[in-house]
């Protein structure tokens, strides 16, 4: 069974502009969240969808934003990136049966310069 | 109210000695506390999990425990191996299943 696919691995952008993050979740898994890693904040939650909806969502600002597909593969946009912005993104995706595992992907490394 | 406090924010540990973890929270709406463990460059996995109603449980070489009256929990590695030198996660979610991460330990095991 194939994990958690996240693409691109390392992303390199310019501050400004705005950058997209592909999830594609283990087959089967309807829920799909998204975490942002920093050395200095850690692992915080940015927002969860299942079937298409935003289920729930952090507290991050509206630069912020994913949507999911039919197919449960789910995108992750930041607009206007600002050098804090610069970490590992993170998605995991799980069956959304309550407290099952979550399975996390290798995340995408974005740096902001 | 939403924070997991995490300690110690790294730890050494010889070949075959304890390693423990601790973490604390607030949320009494909690209900459910995994734990994870990271190595460099993946994403986290996870390597444990309890639910308030148990005070232990163990699987394998790792333990958490739990007090519900004192709202902590640890992790336990038995004979900690140079293997799972790695950095751990503790973390809490309630019913919507946002996890809300500790700070992370970073382990070494030295042999």
């Known amino acids: 069974k194939a994990g958690v696919t996240q693409t691109p691995r390392y992303l390199i952008k310019t501050r400004g502009q705005q950058v997209t993050l592909s999830c594609s979740p283990i087959?089967?898994?309807?829920?799909v969240s998204w975490y942002q890693q920093t050395p200095g904040q850690g692992l915080q939650f940015l927002f969860e969808?299942?079937?298409?909806?935003?289920?729930n969502k952090g507290n991050f600002p509206g630069r912020f934003s994913g949507r999911q597909f039919s197919n449960s593969r789910s995108e992750m946009n930041v607009s206007t990136l600002e050098l804090g912005d610069s970490a590992l993104y993170l998605c995991?995706?799980?069956?959304?049966?309550?407290?099952?595992?979550?399975?996390f992907g290798q995340g995408t490394r974005l740096t902001v310069v | 109210q939403q924070q997991v406090k995490q300690s110690p924010q790294s730890l050494i540990v010889q070949k075959g000695g304890i390693s423990i973890i601790n973490c604390a929270y607030e949320?009494?709406?909690?209900?459910?506390f995994p734990w994870y463990q990271q190595f460099p460059g993946k994403g986290p996995a996870l390597l444990i999990a309890?639910?308030?109603?148990?005070s232990e449980k163990k699987e394998g070489r790792f333990t958490i425990s739990f007090n519900k009256s004192a709202k902590q929990f640890s992790l336990h590695i038995m004979d900690s191996q140079p293997g799972d030198s790695a950095t751990y996660f503790c973390?809490?979610?309630?019913?919507?299943?946002?996890?809300?991460f500790g700070t992370g330990t970073r382990l070494q095991v030295f042999p």
């Open positions: 969808y299942f079937s298409e909806t935003q289920r």
């Open positions: 087959s089967g898994h309807r829920s």
């Open positions: 995991a995706s799980s069956s959304r049966q309550l407290h099952t595992e979550a399975f």
């Open positions: 309890i639910r308030p109603d148990v």
């Open positions: 973390a809490a979610t309630d019913n919507t299943d946002k996890l809300i």
């Open positions: 949320n009494t709406a909690f209900d459910y």
